[in-house]
């Protein structure tokens, strides 16, 4: 194993991660692959739902438009979830949270799996699969894992919508900025499993390199972001983040 871990990752990310203090990791849908949750977009392929490209379903405009077909698209994918695990890269996560007193993960996941490993205060920038969100009052009533899902607000009564942050919404308030925060303190920041194409995430290992951070990406394919880093490691996260620790 040590050797597997001396030929993947540098010496001196290696003293890096055993010396850092303030830990941020960014995660995306890639570091959820392993346990079977599809990705939007890599290997050249971007996911579609009945004939639309997830860009048009996962939109404001379609919740305005056609609010059934968006629960249709939330359901069809929490019942995916509902049988799926965390898988080693959650949980390599999950563990080094005994390692570091100052760690932060940012996920713009929606699924709950960082949680589900054991990873406390994730700050999730897009919202979670498994609350709604009334269109009018705000209330956030969680989605229960077995049983049906209201469609109208228990305090108001009006539509209830999934509590997830489509293109062109707005992040939840404080959730970036806490993020932005953590980035700008951070002396470590892993990118891991994100295309780094959404912002504003994807300004934040930019954020985390500018004030001093060493920059790691792990990702199977080159992102946007990999000129940025210093070091790209090239592969899946459930192999990688438990080399990190050995
Ligand atoms: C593996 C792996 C393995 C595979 N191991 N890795 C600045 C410039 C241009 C545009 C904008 C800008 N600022 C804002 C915008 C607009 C827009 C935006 O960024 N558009 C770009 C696409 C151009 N941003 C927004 O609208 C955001 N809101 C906002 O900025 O509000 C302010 C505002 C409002 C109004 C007007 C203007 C400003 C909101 C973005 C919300 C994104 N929502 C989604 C859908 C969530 C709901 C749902 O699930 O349906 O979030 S989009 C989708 O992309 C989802 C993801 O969280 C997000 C990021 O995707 P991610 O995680 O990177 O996944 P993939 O699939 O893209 O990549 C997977 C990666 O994993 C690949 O690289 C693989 O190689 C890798 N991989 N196996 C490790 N085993």
Redesign the pocket.
């Known amino acids: 194993m040590q050797t597997a871990r001396a030929q993947l990752i540098s010496p001196e990310l290696h003293e890096r991660f055993r010396t850092a203090e303030r830990v941020v990791v960014l995660t995306?849908?890639?570091?959820s692959?392993?346990s079977g949750v599809p990705?939007?977009?890599?290997g050249g392929n971007t996911t579609v739902w009945k004939g639309m490209p997830?860009d048009v379903i996962?939109s404001a405009t379609m919740v305005q438009r056609d609010l059934p077909a968006v629960w249709e698209w939330f359901d069809y994918r929490r019942n995916l979830l509902k049988q799926l695990k965390p898988n080693a890269a959650h949980h390599a996560i999950a563990d080094w949270q005994q390692q570091f007193p100052h760690l932060t993960v940012v996920t713009?996941?929606?699924d709950g799996l960082h949680q589900a490993a054991g990873t406390n205060n994730v700050i999730e920038l897009?919202g979670s699969i498994w609350r709604s969100r009334c269109i009018d009052c705000n209330s956030r009533p969680e989605i229960p894992r077995d049983e049906r899902r209201d469609s109208l607000c228990y305090e108001c009564g009006n539509h209830l919508r999934p509590d997830?942050?489509?293109?062109?919404?707005?992040?939840p308030p404080g959730a970036f900025e806490l993020a932005v925060e953590r980035a700008a303190a951070s002396d470590l920041c892993l990118v891991?499993?994100?295309?780094?194409?959404?912002?504003?995430a994807a300004g934040l290992p930019e954020i985390a390199k500018s004030s001093g951070a060493f920059v790691c990406e792990?990702?199977?394919?080159r992102?946007p972001l990999s000129d940025l880093c210093d070091e790209v490691i090239t592969g899946?996260?459930?192999d990688l983040l438990p080399l990190f620790s050995q």
């Open positions: 995306g849908a890639g570091v692959a392993e990705t939007f977009r890599g997830f996962s713009q996941n929606i897009h997830v942050v489509l293109f062109g919404e707005m992040l891991v499993g994100t295309s780094a194409l959404v912002y504003p792990v990702n199977p394919e992102t899946k996260a459930g």
